[in-house]
Nanobody, 125 residues
Framework: QVQLVESGGGLVQAGGSLRLSCAAS????????MGWFRQAPGKEREFVAA????????YYKESVKGRFTISRDNAKNTLYLQMNSLRPEDTAVYYC??????????????????WGQGTQVTVSS
């Protein structure tokens, strides 16, 4: 069992930055791929970024490449998402998720077993 709690969301102007954190409980955090998803009002949840258990491999949604950076600290059981050059279209509830055992860099929602409750990110123009 893994429990996930996101923090760090808020209101920021376009061009600004935010750093999201996801604190995980459970003994298997360090052995799972992790990811971030987001859901904007009226839209489906979409993949944003994923990272392997060691942090050595990452994968991003095309529109956030070069602006967002996913990272993890296994000693602290924490996942991060550094978001720079934010745009109004980045406005959404952001969720962290823990991937299924055996999936190195999970990219699809069905490859994740555990989800946090989400944190709101609002980017004003």
């Amino acid at each position: 069992q893994v429990q996930l709690v996101e923090s760090g969301g808020g209101l920021v102007q376009a061009g600004g930055s935010l750093r999201l954190s996801c604190a995980a409980s459970g003994r298997t955090f360090g052995s799972r791929g992790m990811g971030w998803f987001r859901q904007a009002p009226g839209k489906e949840r979409e993949f944003v970024a994923a990272i392997s258990w060691s942090g050595g491999r990452t994968y991003y949604k095309e529109s956030v490449k070069g602006r967002f950076t996913i990272s993890r600290d296994n000693a602290k059981n924490t996942l991060y998402l550094q978001m720079n050059s934010l745009r109004p279209e980045d406005t959404a509830v952001y969720y962290c998720a823990a991937g299924r055992d055996g999936v190195p860099v999970p990219k699809y929602a069905y490859e994740y077993d555990y989800w946090g409750q989400g944190t709101q990110v609002t980017v004003s123009s």
